[in-house]
C-alpha cells in the first residue's frame, strides 16, 4: 500500500516544527547550507543540526536569532498545497522524499518566505508562534547544532 504525503501524520508541537521551517529557510539564506540534516522537535525545546564549514559567530548568532523572529512578527500565513510530484520538484528539494511518498505530495509555505513539502502539523499564521530563542549551540566536525525553543 502506498502511503501518500497528503495528510499530517507527525504529531510535533505545532509551533515548534513551524519555527523550524523558519530557522531553515533563515540558516538556508544566511549561509547557503542545505535545510537541517538531522532534528528533534520538541514542546519545550527543540534542536536542529546542520553542516556548516566553520561555527557561526557571536554576531551571525544574534542576527539569525533577529531574521528568524523578524519573520515570525511578519503574520505571514501557513498554508498547504498539494502538488504532483514533478510540479513540486521545481519549486522544493525532494532529496529527503521517502521511497514510499505517491505522486502528490503536500506543501508547506510560510508565507512567500519558506516552501518545502512536509507531513508535519503546522500554525496558520505565524503570529501563533511566540518568539525564537537560542538556548545553546555546538559545533563539531562541521555540524552546527542548535538548541531553541519558543517565548
Excluded at 516544527?17 to 529557510?25: A, F, K, V, Y
Excluded at 514510499?100 to 512536509?118: H, N, P, Q
Aim: hydrophobic content about 35%; charged content about 30%.
Amino acid at each position: 500500500m502506498e502511503t501518500i504525503i497528503n495528510e499530517p501524520k507527525k504529531l510535533y508541537n505545532e509551533p515548534m516544527h513551524t519555527c523550524e521551517h523558519i530557522l531553515n529557510q533563515t540558516m538556508v539564506r544566511m549561509f547557503g547550507c542545505g535545510r537541517s540534516m538531522n532534528a528533534h522537535i520538541e514542546k519545550k525545546k527543540s534542536k536542529c543540526d546542520y553542516i556548516l564549514t566553520e561555527a557561526p559567530t557571536d554576531a551571525q548568532i544574534v542576527e539569525l536569532t533577529e531574521r528568524v523572529n523578524k519573520v515570525i512578527d511578519s503574520h505571514l500565513p501557513v498554508t498547504i498545497d498539494f502538488l504532483e510530484r514533478g510540479e513540486a520538484a521545481k519549486i522544493v528539494d525532494l532529496s529527503k522524499l521517502p521511497a514510499e511518498a505517491t505522486e502528490t505530495l503536500r506543501i508547506i509555505r510560510v508565507g512567500d518566505y519558506d516552501t518545502c513539502a512536509c507531513i508535519g502539523q503546522h500554525v496558520n499564521n505565524t503570529s501563533e508562534l511566540g518568539h525564537f530563542e537560542i538556548i545553546s549551540h555546538d559545533f563539531e566536525d562541521g555540524r552546527w547544532r542548535v538548541r531553541f525553543k519558543m517565548v
